[in-house]
């Protein structure tokens, strides 16, 4: 009995080796891919807000996909909880998809940088001064009321930058 355990264990043993060795080298890359996408948008001067959403992105995803590749090394069959997680990766995108369509346009404008900060610019009925751009939404100062506008309107609709 004792014998047939201590076999068992022994025959799986550098199966679940091999499963966290890969795991451990998908968080690696995910930390090292995190760290390159930092130096290289800080070298062309990219928003900070921006950089920690790619980083947390990429770095979430490569532990994602290595923790579905470990476990399917181990023996276990991934395909259920890969149809789950699309499935949920629906519905919350689905449910999200004004949050997700901010972001989106977010990362967009601050990529492309149609305005920055100081420009006057009129948009939906406001006409304001920006005073800061963050990945939701852009503040605007107008007649000594801070105004809040989605990045989502600012990227669908016309803005006027009068700077």
């Known amino acids: 009995?004792?014998?047939?355990?201590?076999?068992?264990?022994?025959?799986?043993?550098?199966?679940?080796?091999?499963?966290i060795v890969i795991f451990i080298l998908f968080w690696i890359s995910g930390i090292f891919t995190q760290f390159l996408i930092t130096r290289l948008a800080n070298k062309r001067g990219l928003n900070p807000e921006l950089l920690k959403l790619i980083g947390r992105t990429t770095i979430i995803g490569l532990i994602i996909f290595g923790l579905v590749m470990a476990l399917g090394t181990i023996g276990i069959n991934v395909s259920a909880l890969v149809a789950g997680l699309?499935?949920?990766?629906?519905?919350?995108?689905?449910?999200?998809k004004d949050v997700v369509s901010n972001?989106?346009?977010?990362?967009?404008?601050?990529?492309?940088k149609p305005f920055k900060v100081h420009d006057i610019i009129c948009e939906a009925g406001h006409e304001g001064?920006?005073?800061?751009?963050d990945l939701r939404y852009t503040t605007i100062e107008?007649?000594?009321?801070?105004?809040?506008?989605q990045k989502s309107t600012l990227f669908t609709k016309e803005i006027s930058i009068l700077n």
């Open 1 to 19: 009995m004792v014998t047939t355990t201590y076999r068992n264990i022994m025959e799986i043993f550098p199966v679940v080796m091999a499963s």
């Open 86 to 96: 699309g499935l949920t990766g629906f519905a919350l995108g689905f449910a999200l």
């Open 103 to 112: 972001l989106i346009a977010g990362s967009m404008i601050l990529l492309h």
């Open 129 to 133: 001064k920006v005073i800061d751009i």
């Open 142 to 149: 107008a007649d000594g009321k801070k105004v809040l506008i």
